[in-house]
Nanobody
Framework: QIQLVESGGGLVQPGESLRLSCALS????????MGWYRQRPGRQRELVAA???????NYGDFVKGRFTISRNNAVMTIYLQMNSLEPEDTARYYC?????????WGNGTLVTVSS
């Protein structure tokens, strides 16, 4: 069974950092197209960052150099390092994997940025 399990969300103050993790299981070890999306209250889900199987990275325009996506292929995990968090970054963050043309999603992890 293919699973994506996110962790690392929480409550932080503006300007602080968080690191999200997403572990992929149930597939053969390898490199896959994966990424992070978020859904803010009352908004549609949007791309935060993506990393392709070869390692190309793509970020949402709002990231502005604050976030970095990375991966550890040995443990089939991707990460999202988020710095300089703003209240507007408050959202549920979802991990995504594109496997053989199908999108798989985790349940999400909640990030709240508030003073």
């Amino acid at each position: 069974q293919i699973q994506l399990v996110e962790s690392g969300g929480g409550l932080v103050q503006p300007g602080e950092s968080l690191r999200l993790s997403c572990a992929l299981s149930g597939v053969r070890s390898g490199r896959y197209d994966m990424g992070w999306y978020r859904q803010r209250p009352g908004r549609q889900r949007e791309l935060v960052a993506a990393i392709s199987a070869p390692g190309d990275r793509n970020y949402g325009d709002f990231v502005k150099g604050r976030f970095t996506i990375s991966r550890n292929n040995a443990v089939m995990t991707i990460y999202l390092q988020m710095n300089s968090l703003e209240p507007e970054d408050t959202a549920r963050y979802y991990c995504n994997a594109l496997l053989w043309g199908l999108n798989y999603w985790g349940n999400g992890t909640l990030v709240t940025v508030s003073s």
